[in-house]
């Protein structure tokens, strides 16, 4: 017997979890770069590349005024067609939720909302105008406010499964 009155057993089944707890964490990062890594040449397709979504199409276009193309898609969308619609009013937002989950998990820096905020909004303000630039599509203010969206509510499902997560955890 220890000093407190037990084996030590306790002491070393404390010692294995704590290991486990950090090998755990440890993958968990890893896996995440390694998703952000793969989320970031999808994204990079499909915005650059993908013929399916009008990237083989060389334009220099730009929408400057908020809200002028989500009414458009709204208006017309029986015209658009449904995949057209979604495609381009849910999009965007759920393109960008990988953007605001990976980065808190990656990093405690980036665990805060304001962070992720302007993270969102200048990576998104980064696409659209390369995407000007380089002719490869449209320039759209609607696009980076739908974008910062999506960074957000990805930012905020990671808050909700990280808060479970610690839950779990302070449970054992």
Do not use: C
């Not at 965007?92 to 980036?110: C, D, Q, S």
């Not at 659209?128 to 203010?141: A, H, I, Y």
Request: charged fraction near 20%; charge should be positive.
């Amino acid at each position: 017997m220890n000093i407190n009155g037990n084996n030590g057993n306790y002491n070393e089944k404390l010692g294995w979890r704590r290991k486990l707890k950090e090998k755990n964490k440890k993958l968990i990062i890893f896996t995440g770069w390694i998703l952000f890594y793969i989320y970031i040449l999808l994204l990079s397709y499909f915005l650059f590349f993908s013929e399916r979504y009008g990237r083989d199409l060389i334009t220099q276009q730009y929408n400057l005024k908020f809200f002028k193309e989500i009414k458009r898609f709204i208006k017309y969308r029986e015209q658009i067609g449904l995949e057209g619609f979604i495609v381009n009013i849910f999009g965007n937002v759920i393109a960008f939720m990988p953007y605001g989950f990976l980065l808190p998990l990656l990093n405690r820096a980036y665990r805060k909302f304001y962070i992720i905020g302007i993270l969102s909004v200048l990576f998104s303000l980064v696409i659209e105008t390369s995407q000007l630039l380089l002719k490869v599509g449209v320039f759209d203010v609607d696009d980076i406010l739908m974008n910062s969206l999506g960074g957000i509510l990805g930012y905020l499902m990671f808050l909700i499964i990280h808060t479970i997560y610690k839950a779990i955890e302070a449970g054992q």
